[in-house]
């Protein structure tokens, strides 16, 4: 008999890059649901210890690269010491170093592989390695969700983040492929697709015309916030979401569609 419980608050959950910009609005969200939660960091540790102090009992604030598999390995023996449980929720939400400037970002004539490769090694190696090793206690508990971040640039490639947007493309790609093989497990793999955010760490440089076109585009005209999509990554390791697999969401207030 499976003893995997989707209601929020049995779970451990882990957010990758959970620090800051987006993935700290992720952590609160969960702790407010009354999830038990493991934030991981690469170098904020000042900001990843500040999130844990405002719930000390069920955050856990832990140092890893998510592209070093041992090092992947080590955060979730070490959560499950902590916790007494299993990560049975992955959000993979870390994100290489990247500026959300589209006037800055490399074009079509000087785009240099090492860029290209820096975006899959952090997006694609990071969510690899996160499932694989999550997986054995999924099972275990008889089920588990995985949750990775996206980017409505799939749709809409309005500024030239060809980085960016093809590493988070590959994500979409695995999303839906683990969710074929994995549904047997009972454990649901989707994505979540923001546009620009007001306001994160990453969104940060973005000038703020782009911001207001953006509102000026969308049906609810204005941007969306990172509460907002932290909304949407609850519900999908929510009960309501049991049977949702292999989706990705949109969540930019309407201005893209499909």
């Known amino acids: 008999m499976s003893r995997f419980s989707p209601a929020i608050d049995t779970q451990v959950v882990l957010i990758t890059g959970g620090a800051r910009g987006l993935g700290a609005h992720l952590s609160r969200?969960?702790?407010?649901?009354?999830?038990?939660?493991?934030i991981n960091y690469l170098n904020s540790s000042e900001a990843a210890n500040a999130l844990t102090s405002e719930a000390p009992e069920r955050?856990?604030?832990?140092?890893?690269?998510?592209?070093?598999?041992?090092?992947?390995?080590?955060?979730?023996?070490?959560?499950?010491?902590h916790f007494g449980d299993p990560i049975t929720t992955v959000v993979n939400n870390a994100l290489p170093s990247f500026s959300f400037n589209g006037d800055a970002r490399p074009q079509a004539d000087n785009l240099s592989w090492a860029q290209m490769s820096q975006q899959f090694e952090g997006v694609n190696r990071g969510?690899?390695?996160t499932v694989q090793t999550a997986l054995p206690g999924m099972r275990e508990q008889g089920g588990g969700r995985i949750i990775?971040?996206?980017?409505?640039?799939?749709?809409?490639?309005?500024?030239?983040?060809?980085?960016?947007?093809?590493?988070?493309?590959?994500?979409?790609?695995?999303?839906?492929?683990?969710?074929?093989d994995l549904g047997p497990d009972n454990i649901t793999v989707n994505m979540i697709s923001g546009g620009l955010l007001r306001t994160?760490?990453?969104s940060s440089a973005t000038p703020e015309a782009?911001?207001?076109?953006?509102a000026q585009n969308t049906p609810l005209r204005r941007v969306t916030t990172p509460e907002e999509f932290a909304d949407v990554t609850l519900f999908f390791a929510s009960p309501w979401a049991r049977a949702i697999t292999g989706q990705n969401?949109?969540?930019?207030?309407?201005?893209?569609?499909?």
């Open 210 to 214: 782009v911001f207001d076109l953006i």
């Open 59 to 81: 955050a856990l604030a832990i140092q890893a690269d998510v592209t070093d598999p041992e090092a992947v390995k080590a955060l979730f023996d070490e959560a499950r010491a």
């Open 148 to 180: 990775n971040i996206g980017t409505n640039l799939f749709q809409n490639p309005v500024v030239p983040y060809h980085d960016y947007t093809a590493g988070k493309a590959a994500l979409l790609s695995l999303t839906r492929t683990l969710s074929q």
């Open 249 to 258: 969401l949109i969540v930019d207030g309407g201005l893209v569609k499909g």
């Open 127 to 129: 969510a690899l390695n």
């Open 29 to 38: 969200a969960f702790l407010a649901q009354g999830a038990r939660v493991v």
């Open 200 to 202: 994160t760490d990453a």
